[in-house]
């Protein structure tokens, strides 16, 4: 099956600068925005302007680089003095993502031990390398996805863990992108994700333009769904992934695999090996980003409630271990028990 992808990339670094797609904006606009200053950087990542945690860790990456420039605009020499105030706002713009602050400080760390002269052109490598290793880390968790489950023929998934969400092809959809790519038939369940849509918005906007059959479906329908027979497997995204195998992902995803292993669905998590946190030993340790109560009052279903009322709108909640069937890297299955495997290959 060919795969008809011919839109701007989710995040370039252009001339001096970066330019994102803006996917608050998504469906009824494709518009492509520029990044040239810290506050830019840090206002797209908060507003989820960008989003996914590959997506976002490049955005950080090129963010050093933008921090440099503009330090040097002020006549800075970009010190770790004056750098790292900087460094940290982009770091620390949402706190569950593993890859970002992962991203930020592999490129700062690159560049501590360089002259002055040379930070700008390190910083920019090492940022053009997160690129990179991500693009060609969702190509290969499309073919171990593939490999994994030629026979699935009717993917569920939750969010959006495609391109808009990575430098590549993406993680979750990377693996309906593989399996598309292999030839094998697939098609795609995709949930709303509520309150802010990134499924009904995003998958479906993707999955469609790729030319892949895509089904939207409320979130609360899932479980009936599950039951159902329907769906061959659940394949989602994740932000975090702790070192027994937690998994941190947008809110619903814990539901989703609840009822998967109800009705006896294998619940797979895509992810490149960034996005594993070895010092983050368990899920309950996981900070969970907590976002502002508008984002749901500010629905269409707000005149269905008497207003103001008190809003809890956490942006992730953690699947359990034991509710994985497997982690879909870059570098193959990782499978239960999770402690183990994930250890194995982070000592490479």
């Avoid at 998934?157 to 430098?167: D, M, P, Q, S, Y």
Wanted: some cysteine; glycine content about 10%.
């Amino acid at each position: 099956m060919t795969i008809d992808i011919d839109t701007p990339p989710t995040i370039a670094w252009v001339d001096d600068h970066v330019e994102i797609i803006d996917q608050t904006l998504l469906p009824a606009e494709l518009r492509v925005i520029a990044l040239r200053t810290v506050d830019e950087v840090v206002d797209a990542i908060g507003r989820l302007a960008i989003r996914g945690a590959p997506a976002i860790g490049a955005c950080g990456a090129y963010g050093v680089v933008v921090a440099i420039d503009e330090l040097a605009a002020g006549g800075s020499s970009a010190g770790p003095d004056e750098l790292g105030p900087l460094t940290e706002r982009i770091a620390d713009a949402r706190p569950t993502a593993v890859n970002l602050r992962w991203a930020v400080d592999r490129v700062v760390a690159r560049i501590a031990p360089m002259d002055a002269a040379d930070r700008r052109a390190g910083a920019l490598a090492e940022a053009h390398a997160v690129f990179a290793e991500d693009r060609d880390a969702c190509d290969a968790i499309g073919r171990h996805g593939a490999a994994e489950l030629p026979d699935a023929r009717t993917l569920m998934t939750h969010c959006n863990a495609g391109r808009l969400a990575t430098t590549g092809i993406g993680t979750a959809l990377g693996v309906v992108y593989g399996k598309a790519r292999e030839g094998h038939p697939v098609e795609v369940y995709a949930s709303e994700t509520r309150p802010l849509l990134q499924g009904a918005r995003l998958t479906v906007w993707e999955l469609a333009s790729a030319g892949i059959p895509v089904t939207l479906m409320p979130d609360s329908s899932a479980c009936g769904l599950l039951a159902s027979g329907r769906i061959d497997a659940v394949v989602v995204g994740a932000d975090r992934i702790a070192a027994n195998g937690d998994v941190a992902n947008k809110v619903g995803t814990f539901a989703h695999a609840v009822a998967a292993a109800r009705a006896g669905i294998p619940f797979y998590v895509a992810a490149p090996t960034s996005t594993i946190d070895p010092a983050t030993a368990t899920g309950a340790e996981i900070e969970i980003e907590d976002r502002s109560g508008d984002e749901v009052q500010a629905s269409d279903l707000r005149a269905a409630h008497p207003g103001p009322v008190a809003v809890w709108n956490p942006a992730f909640d953690v699947t359990p271990a034991d509710l994985v069937t497997g982690i879909i890297t870059e570098v193959g299955v990782l499978r239960p028990d999770f402690r183990e495997s994930i250890a194995e290959v982070l000592a490479g």
